[in-house]
């Protein structure tokens, strides 16, 4: 049995079309953190719930989060308009008490929509951020007072 080089070619491209597919079209990480998007999004989600000591957080009508300290992920449901789309952040402090927040993201939708999920949620990163260090701040000035 001989293949033509057209049905070799027609092969060839739906190959690279299911690979490019599989692909997200979009995803975002920070130094140090990373998310497989390769794995898709239904992996991903089954192997983010399948973390020891994993419990829901708090959910709405659009997504839902999951998390154990240090780690949350947020997922988004149907009728999201990111949706598929996963988002894990990493809240790390260091023996000197300082904090900093990392993010991964897969979008598997709308890359728009995910953008709009990403810039939101580094907001929220920010302003937690900031809300840490007033606190530490706060907490610092009242230990010098008490003594």
Known sequence: MTISASAISLLMFAATTAAEDEKPPHFY???????D????????????????????????????AYGV????FTITKEGHPAH??????DILVDDDDKVDVKMAAC???SKEDADKVVKK????NEQ????????????????????
Do not use: H
């Open 29 to 35: 990480e920070d130094d140090d953190l990373q998310l």
């Open 37 to 64: 998007c390769t794995l898709g999004f239904d992996n991903l989600k089954t192997s983010a719930l399948e973390i020891e000591g994993i419990e829901l957080l708090s959910q709405n009508e659009t997504q839902v």
């Open 69 to 72: 300290n240090p780690i949350s």
């Open 84 to 89: 598929p789309m996963i988002l894990r952040r």
């Open 107 to 109: 979008g598997y939708g």
């Open 121 to 124: 949620f580094r907001v929220m």
């Open 128 to 147: 937690f951020l900031l809300k840490y260090k007033l606190r530490l701040k706060d907490e610092t000035k009242k230990d010098v007072e008490a003594e």
